[in-house]
Each structure stands twice: as structure tokens, then as C-alpha cells.
């Protein structure tokens, strides 16, 4: 019905970047925020940051000034770009979106993890 793909993750070396894209596919009546989660071996999952529909975002006090959360309503589409990128910010990082679909209630839709590292 609804689908989430994630893609961008890879290997980079501290003090660079990196764009993580999540793109919702399927029978979308309307997004009404998305987010990014990250997970590091050993941890919890943490909560990196959100997008309302609107445009406001939020962000972790672990991120803030570094990474950006942005989207393309028209691709359905959000994007993480990742700045100045610490070894700490090594983790499976997965994309999360409150959609409604068309004739269903709004629910919670999880996208496949993506890998990124941060070494050198």
C-alpha cells in the first residue's frame, strides 16, 4: 500500500558529508511528517530528526547545526544531509513517515535501513 526506500548511506571520513534520501511510494493521500532514526551497534535506536508537512523541522541536540532535514513534496521524497560527520555518527540509519493512504486511516510507515560510516 505505502512503501518507504531509503538510499544514500555509505563510507566517509570524518569532517565530510553525506545525503541520505528516503522516497514513499504507493496510494498517498497525504505525508504529514518524516523523519530519520539512526542506530549504532550495541545501542538504542535514537531519533534524528523530523519534518513536518509544513516545512518545520526538528532536530536531535546530537545533530543540531550539522545536519539538515529537507523534502520534495512532489517526489514525496525527504532528504538528510549529513555535514561535518563524526565516527559517533556511524549507524544503520532508517526513514519513518505518518502517511495516510487513500481510503485508510493515517498510519506509521518504516523504510529499509541504510548503513553509513564514518572512518578513516
Known amino acids: 500500500q505505502v512503501q518507504l526506500v531509503g538510499s544514500g548511506g555509505g563510507l566517509v571520513q570524518p569532517g565530510g558529508s553525506l545525503r541520505l534520501s528516503c522516497t514513499a511510494s504507493?496510494?498517498?493521500?497525504?505525508?504529514?511528517?518524516m523523519r530519520w532514526y539512526r542506530q549504532a551497534p550495541g545501542k538504542q535506536r535514537e531519533w534524528v530528526g523530523t519534518i513536518e508537512s509544513g516545512g518545520t523541522t526538528f532536530y536531535a541536540d546530537s545533530v543540531k547545526g550539522r545536519f539538515i532535514i529537507s523534502i520534495d513534496k512532489d517526489k514525496n521524497t525527504e532528504y538528510l544531509q549529513m555535514n561535518s560527520l563524526k565516527p559517533e555518527d556511524t549507524a544503520v540509519y532508517s526513514c519513518?513517515?505518518?502517511?495516510?493512504?487513500?481510503?485508510?486511516?493515517?498510519?506509521?510507515?518504516w523504510g529499509q535501513g541504510t548503513q553509513v560510516t564514518v572512518s578513516s
Open positions: 504507493g496510494s498517498i493521500f497525504k505525508i504529514y511528517a
Open positions: 519513518n513517515a505518518d502517511v495516510e493512504p487513500y481510503g485508510s486511516p493515517e498510519n506509521q510507515y
